[in-house]
């Protein structure tokens, strides 16, 4: 979607940039050929399509309505929420002249609380590219325990969860032999800072 508007009940408006027909046949052709289908979707129209189309993930998602968490809810769809990048985002086009980015971000942090409350499925994600290469994506999981989670939450996002989202619990996503793994040392305890 694009086209971004806050409206007067502060809900995120939007431009969808496909129809819901032509959603639903996107989803139903990448079902057919076993993949995945990720929305990149803000706003209200652009994510109620998707979600009704049966994406199997929001992108970002600034701003999904309360029916349309609990269809996320009830079809499993996960929201990979990229806070940083809205953030890095709105920073620089507030100082360009487009205040409505900041809005943006506190419609996005409204959001991330009620999806967590319904119990939607959350996967770290980055938009990477959206920021500078040199920026660390790792500032995601502060934010993420800023607006809310734990950091246990937050680190199961980046691991278990996304494995679960990819369809590789069984290769990744936790420490167990057999499994590939990444896994670094840190000072200090990650579960509490």
């Not at 809005?103 to 119990?119: N, P, V, Y």
Request: no cysteine.
């Amino acid at each position: 979607d694009r086209g971004y508007k806050v409206r007067e009940d502060g809900v995120l408006d939007d431009i969808p940039t496909f129809t819901a027909e032509e959603l639903k046949a996107i989803v139903e052709e990448a079902h057919r050929e076993r993949r995945k289908v990720a929305s990149h979707a803000i706003g209200v129209h652009g994510v109620h399509n998707s979600v009704e189309a049966g994406v199997d993930t929001i992108e970002h998602g600034d701003y999904i309505a309360d029916e349309d968490l609990k269809t996320m809810v009830a079809h499993g769809t996960y929201y990979v929420n990229t806070i940083y990048v809205g953030a890095y985002v709105a920073e620089g086009r507030a100082a360009a002249g487009a205040p409505v980015w900041v809005k943006m971000l506190s419609i996005h942090e409204d959001t991330f609380h009620r999806a967590m409350k319904a119990g939607v499925k959350i996967a770290f994600g980055t938009d990477a590219g959206g920021f500078p290469w040199t920026d660390n994506p790792a500032k995601e999981f502060a934010w993420m325990v800023k607006w809310g989670m734990t950091p246990a939450q937050a680190i199961r996002s980046a691991t278990s969860s996304a494995a679960e989202l990819l369809g590789w619990s069984d290769q990744v996503g936790s420490i167990e032999g057999g499994k590939f793994a990444d896994v670094v040392a840190v000072t200090g305890d990650p579960l509490k800072d």
